[in-house]
């Protein structure tokens, strides 16, 4: 959606016509305003409306209360904000259907037959990631390789 000219444009403009993506969300809704109606994850609405002042009042105090339970429990308490998708790691340990997606897709016979993979260090993997180590971005990767290979290559 972005030619090189519109981001030499927009590298050129000053820092307060960049403040909250004004000049992105403008260029949406003259030249996608089909993409433009879809509603954020996030906030629940689409470029043409405005969150309401008491949701985003709300939400910025849950977010911070978030914070500071987790901050001062030492990390004991953990409250993840799942209208973002910045969690990758902590949603593979706290939401069991993530990671059974993985273990089943990249442990499939259809997937070690392929032979791109080694069973024995996506296993690995798996469980070290299920353990707390961060691998999820490799394993996101291997995940949509063989996603990729079901989709078009089969």
């Known amino acids: 959606l972005a030619d090189d000219q519109l981001v030499d444009f927009f590298i050129k403009l000053p820092a307060r016509l960049k403040q909250s993506r004004l000049i992105l969300r403008e260029y949406f809704k003259m030249k996608a305003p089909e993409l433009a109606q879809i509603p954020y994850q996030a906030t629940g609405v689409d470029l043409y409306s405005q969150p309401s002042k008491i949701k985003a009042r709300l939400r910025t105090y849950f977010n ?11 990390g004991r308490l953990k409250y993840y904000n799942k209208t973002h998708y910045h969690h990758f790691n902590q949603w593979y340990r706290s939401d069991k259907r993530n990671s059974k997606f993985y273990h089943e897709i990249l442990l499939d016979d259809r997937t070690i037959k392929r032979g791109y993979f080694s069973e024995k260090t ?20 291997l995940l949509s390789f063989e996603l990729f290979n079901r989709l078009f290559v089969d």
Not at 122 to 137: A, D, F, H, P, T
């Open 64 to 74: 911070k209360t978030n914070y500071y339970v987790e901050r001062l429990s030492g």
């Open 122 to 141: 996506v296993r690995l993997m798996l469980e070290k990631q299920g353990k707390g180590s961060n691998l999820i971005s490799g394993l996101s990767s």
